[in-house]
């Protein structure tokens, strides 16, 4: 019964926003979601609901705050408050973040006492968890995860929909500046020069190692890199055995483990021994307003840092300005040289190669 | 003088065919031992393969220095004695506890073992817990499970097979539960694909660390059950007979069980949860030599590490990626023991 | 050594199975227990092995048995010779395997028995007679001083019948063994027990010599059918006692 009069709150309250802001903000936004899906607000959603994991941030980048994150997944918001955005919106820890559980199904009734205007879901992995929320009557955006296209996609959608799509244009145009300049630079590199990239999505319990299809494969071709593991379909188990024949020259360890530092490569017998290895490039991923592997609003953070790090040689981004410059307008923060260092995670790349330009101040 | 003859006939007869399958199976799984070592993705010739084991062993304390050295010594050999002692010791687990219940159906998952130790591993997991202490937490928790199905299962003082049956059939459930709650509160961009893949179970982790710790435990439990090998068929004859015989039943049957929660939880520890070997092998030895158990276990016990050992090569060279060796062996396993099924009931002419 | 019950209860399901039950077996001598199918006669037995928990009362009887089990129990699919050896499981221990003297134990025990030929027989291919002289086999096997057997010959045709009544006949007669069986057939009682212990529906169980306690008026009331006693010619003069059951009422003949 809430969410049936929900809305009619929520007219009234934005009317009464319009009112004072000027009767030309209340126009309807239109939108077709990653699904195809017609999606259409009255007025720019006040309160967003944001299940899959990587939206929360991105709201709260496109909304310029957290006012407008009315709810988000307990991974997302583990991650907003352990990153530098918990730092930066202290407030972030009062978001609800029961809305759903974490194989993405929506607790209708927890979603709904968030009054949301909004509730962005994951598309493309079946209906089970889209039902329930278009059953109750939320208004619903699905998007798709993986490529940079669909990253764009969402972002620009997130942006619309709270009512601000100049700030997804700026970062779109950020991306697109950013990523052609690499492309640019890397495509003078030749095949033989680009080095042998190995990204391990998994590493404490079991190998796994990202693929063609994969995001992270776009970012290690993208900055130069030839992926080792291109013949895997996305993300796949891989034995020790498989890396030594390998024999990557660069590695890459994903953002999510927490316990996983470059170490467990220098003390594991077989890996220890690649080229990585010996040549301390082992790396791990930053971790900003979110997690740096997977696409995010600072995705060309991801690609300088990476750049820097496989070609020193043909790329040399002062990182710690770009992320000055990102975060002040993705955020409205000015990081401090001890947020920046956290970022990086310099501690655990004392001894990595290349790493000491990003440690200059 | 009659008996005599019979004995004498019957005796060479058997013992050649007793020769014949034990020698052909200790073949079979050096065989399969030998191309283990050989394959892999990683190119080390047979030959050269060869002169490493020998060196190493010729020289055990010298440390592996050549990246052939180390994929042959740390990575192989660990992988294949785990596949091996893994192997053996289910298949044993199973034939024991097929004498001791009675019933051919029954494998070393019926006692809640595997889903107890498979929460403690999914728990450590999600807890962010990794290397001994994952294996420590999966131990203890396959043989907690055992404690509450011996607790649930004692009433009136005394424990029947058919009531530690449904006990761990409903330990058993309860822990299945517990992992799925794990795995339905598991970060899916962290721990829940980490979750999913161990419970498939994989040997790919193996380490000599991991060796060293699960072995021991494999190892004394297989050869005690193996020890145990008459005893099992005077178990096997049912409670009253095996009582009236001098054995202690209900206090035996404990022993075998504590002994295979000692194996699963071991093999669960270092490999995940790989069903339908404690299962099969059993039924296969017993098609092989019949159901003295002095014959079929020691069989079983060469057939599970053989068919581990193959199924592991399998996991880890068929494809550029690593395939589960849960799921090879259930693909593999599941179609035998129909066949075995059908071919038993037609043999009994139902 | 004697084998006893004293003031033996069994309580099972709510319902007393019996109680108060008293017997005592001197060593050397056969006791069968006789009673219509229902009356308690295999849970005496279990009772007296320990099978069964005493709900009163206590039970005197050696730590090894020579056991029979009735046959329906037994379908172990062993050789005949694997199956006899068992019968040395005690002396084997928890983790021995049988070794060669435990073999000539086997051995031994099949020639008693008359069933060496069937040795490396699958004891489950064997007919119900051959089986049955296999478990008693393997319980002489066990080299006990105490032998129960529970319904033997039960499940037999009269002819194996016959040959397992001889065999408990003749462990009777060399007077080595304690022996105690139950049976629901008189005859058996008295070919090759001497005391018998019958249980009544509604009294206290009668125990005596098989010449006393089988006496025409307590076996009609034992079986609830009237019974006779007669003697028939055993062929070199004398004569042997039988007890047959006399189902027809007065004047109900077959024409």
Redesign the interface.
């Known amino acids: 019964m809430a969410f049936a009069i929900d809305p009619k709150r929520a007219l009234l309250t934005g009317l009464a926003i319009s009112c004072l802001a000027g009767p030309a903000r209340a126009e309807p936004i239109s939108l077709t979601d990653l699904e195809g899906r017609n999606v259409r607000l009255e007025k720019p959603a006040e309160r967003v609901a944001a299940i899959p994991?990587p939206m929360a941030s991105i709201v709260i980048a496109m909304g310029q705050g957290t006012e407008r994150l009315a709810g988000m997944n307990q991974?997302a918001k583990s991650a907003v408050l352990e990153g530098i955005l918990g730092k930066i919106f202290p407030e972030a820890a009062k978001i609800p973040a029961d809305i759903a559980?974490?194989?993405?199904m929506p607790n209708v009734e927890a979603l709904a006492a968030t009054r949301p205007d909004l509730v962005i879901q994951w598309g493309g992995r079946g209906d089970d968890i889209v039902k329930p929320l278009t059953n109750a009557g939320l208004e619903t955006l699905l998007i798709r995860y993986g490529t940079e296209d669909y990253a764009r996609r969402y972002i620009t959608l997130a942006a619309r929909a709270v009512g601000k799509p100049q700030r997804a244009a700026t970062n779109i145009a950020w991306r697109e500046r950013v990523e052609a300049d690499i492309a640019g630079k890397a495509k003078a590199i030749a095949p033989t020069a680009r080095p042998k990239v190995l990204h391990i999505?998994?590493a404490?319990?079991?190998?796994?190692a990202a693929g063609t299809g994969s995001y992270e494969d776009t970012s290690i071709r993208l900055a130069g890199g030839s992926n080792v593991a291109a013949?895997?379909n996305n993300?796949?188990?891989?034995?020790?055995?498989?890396i030594?024949?390998w024999d990557p020259d660069v590695i890459l360890l994903n953002g999510?483990?927490?316990?996983l530092t470059p170490e467990f490569i220098y003390k594991d017998?077989?890996l220890s021994?690649t080229a990585a290895a010996r040549a301390k490039r082992v790396y791990k991923y930053p971790l900003g307003g979110y997690r740096w592997d997977?696409p995010n609003q600072e995705s060309p953070l991801t690609w300088m840092w990476l750049a820097n790090l496989l070609h020193p040689e043909a790329f040399s981004f002062d990182l710690r300005k770009e992320i000055r410059g990102s975060f002040k307008e993705l955020y409205a923060y000015d990081p401090s040289d001890a947020d920046i260092d956290g970022i990086l995670r310099l501690p655990i790349h004392a001894s990595a190669a290349g790493y000491d330009r990003l440690r200059t101040r | 003088m009659a008996l005599a003859t019979t004995a004498d006939i019957a005796g060479p007869k058997r013992w050649s065919r007793r020769v014949l399958v034990g020698s052909g199976l200790i073949g079979l799984l050096a065989a399969a031992v030998l191309v283990g070592l050989c394959a892999g993705q990683f190119p080390v010739s047979p030959s050269r393969s060869l002169a490493i084991i020998g060196v190493a062993i010729l020289d055990p304390l010298a440390a592996p220095s050549l990246m052939e050295e180390r994929i042959v010594l740390l990575v192989r050999l660990p992988r294949l004695l785990l596949a091996m002692f893994a192997g053996a010791g289910l298949a044993v687990c199973g034939g024991a506890l097929q004498s001791v219940f009675r019933n051919p159906l029954v494998s070393p998952q019926i006692l809640g073992i595997s889903p107890g130790a498979a929460f403690g591993g999914a728990l450590a997991i999600l807890l962010g817990i990794s290397g001994l202490p994952l294996l420590g937490l999966s131990f203890a928790c396959g043989l907690g499970a055992l404690v509450v199905v011996g607790w649930i299962a004692r009433i009136n003082g005394r424990t029947e097979p058919v009531t530690v049956l449904l006990a761990g059939l409903v330990v058993g459930a309860l822990f299945t539960a517990l992992v799925s709650l794990i795995q339905f509160v598991a970060d899916p961009n962290g721990s829940l694909p980490a979750i999913v893949y161990w419970l498939m179970g994989s040997l790919a982790g193996a380490t000599w660390e991991r060796v060293w710790l699960a072995a021991p435990g494999m190892l004394i439990g297989t050869l005690v059950l193996l020890a145990l090998r008459f005893r099992l068929n005077v178990l096997a004859l049912g409670e009253n007979e095996a009582r009236s015989l001098g054995a202690r039943p209900e206090r035996e049957r404990w022993l075998v069980f504590g002994l295979v929660a000692v194996v699963v939880a071991s093999s669960v520890a270092v490999s995940g949860v790989i069903g339908w070997v404690g299962l099969v092998i059993p039924h296969i030895s017993r098609l092989l030599v019949g159901h003295d158990q002095r014959l079929a276990l020691p069989v079983s016990a060469l057939l599970g590490a053989t068919f581990m050992v193959v199924a592991d090569t399998l996991a880890r060279t068929a494809t550029t990626a690593e395939i589960p060796l849960g799921i090879l062996t259930a693909i593999v396993g599941a179609p035998i023991f129909a066949l075995l099924l059908r071919r038993h009931y037609g043999e009994r002419g139902v | 050594m004697t084998v006893a019950l004293h003031g033996a209860g069994v309580h099972l399901g709510g319902r007393w199975i019996f109680r108060n039950l008293n017997f005592t077996v001197a060593p050397g001598r056969s006791l069968a227990i006789l009673g219509p199918n229902g009356r308690g006669k295999t849970t005496a037995l279990h009772a007296l092995l320990g099978f069964q928990s005493l709900a009163e009362g206590r039970r005197d009887a050696p730590e090894r048995v020579g056991y029979v089990p009735q046959l329906l129990a037994s379908h172990a699919p062993y050789a005949l010779r694997d199956v006899v050896v068992m019968g040395r499981c005690a002396r084997i221990g928890l983790f021995g395997q049988p070794k060669s003297e435990d073999y000539r134990a086997a051995d031994a025990a099949m020639e008693r028995i008359g069933i060496a030929d069937l040795a490396t027989k699958p004891f489950d291919r064997l007919s119900g007679g051959e089986r049955q002289m296999g478990l008693l086999a393997r319980a002489l096997a066990t080299g006990a001083k105490l032998l129960v057997l529970d319904e033997p010959g039960s499940a037999l045709d009269l002819k194996n019948q016959g040959r397992l009544l001889r065999l408990l006949h003749e462990l009777r007669r060399s007077r080595t063994m304690t022996i105690v069986f139950t049976t629901h057939d008189p005859n058996h009682a008295l070919f090759a027990a001497d005391e018998a212990l019958l249980l009544l529906a509604d009294a206290p169980a009668v125990l005596g010599s098989v010449e006393t306690a089988l006496s025409e008026s307590q076996l009609s009331r034992l079986y609830d059918v009237p019974m006779h006693h007669l003697r028939l010619p055993d062929g070199v003069g004398g004569a042997v006692p039988v007890i047959v059951p006399h189902h027809h009422g007065p004047g109900e003949q077959r024409s």
């Open positions: 994991i991974v559980g974490q194989n993405f999505q998994n404490l319990t079991n190998l796994t013949e895997l993300i796949m188990p891989v034995n020790r055995e498989r030594a024949v999510f483990e927490q316990d017998p077989i021994q997977p």
